[in-house]
């Protein structure tokens, strides 16, 4: 049975929702102030020292969102794909639903309730419905993982050449 409480589905919120109840996972004391729409997302307290925090799902969205590096301390992230002028974080213990492979996908989308899914990577959207999921033979719950193996195998292979 795969965890899903670290896996983001698609929106930053639910990066913020996870800091907030994570905060001292990353190594904050404490949160002092969160900020809805507007930058810093969070001042947090670290070691008695005020830190202006910037939550962005790629670190390359700070850039995107043309935010002014002045006004924060630090970027947490949970893919780093862009070097930044302020501290940047890759939240090691979140990852995105589109980066599960074979069994992890399967038991994400069996555990999920109806949701729609969006890859940020490929702008795709995808309904998931919950009764296609939990309602699967194991024959083809076997069929599908292996087609998610051999798909991810081909991705790699591609990239790698």
């Not at 404490?30 to 507007?38: C, G, L, M």
């Not at 910037?54 to 947490?76: M, Q």
Request: aromatic residues 8%; charged residues 30%.
């Amino acid at each position: 049975m795969i965890n899903i409480d670290n896996i983001i589905c698609a929106y930053e919120n639910e990066i913020i929702h996870w800091i907030k109840e994570n905060y001292k996972e990353l190594g904050y004391d404490e949160i002092i102030e969160e900020n809805k729409d507007k930058v810093p997302d969070f001042i947090m307290l670290r070691k008695d020292k005020k830190v202006k925090v910037e939550v962005e799902i790629y670190s390359s969205s700070f850039i995107k969102h043309k935010h002014n590096s002045e006004n924060v301390d630090e970027v947490l992230c949970v893919i780093k794909d862009a070097d930044l002028p302020a501290k940047t974080i890759k939240i090691q213990q979140l990852r995105l639903w589109y980066e599960l492979q074979g069994d992890d996908l399967v038991g994400f989308f069996k555990e999920m309730p109806d949701t729609i899914l969006v890859n940020h990577k490929t702008g795709q959207t995808i309904n998931h419905f919950q009764d296609e999921w939990t309602n699967l033979s194991a024959e083809t719950e076997s069929k599908i993982i292996e087609n998610l193996r051999l798909q991810s195998n081909f991705l790699h292979r591609k990239r790698s050449a």
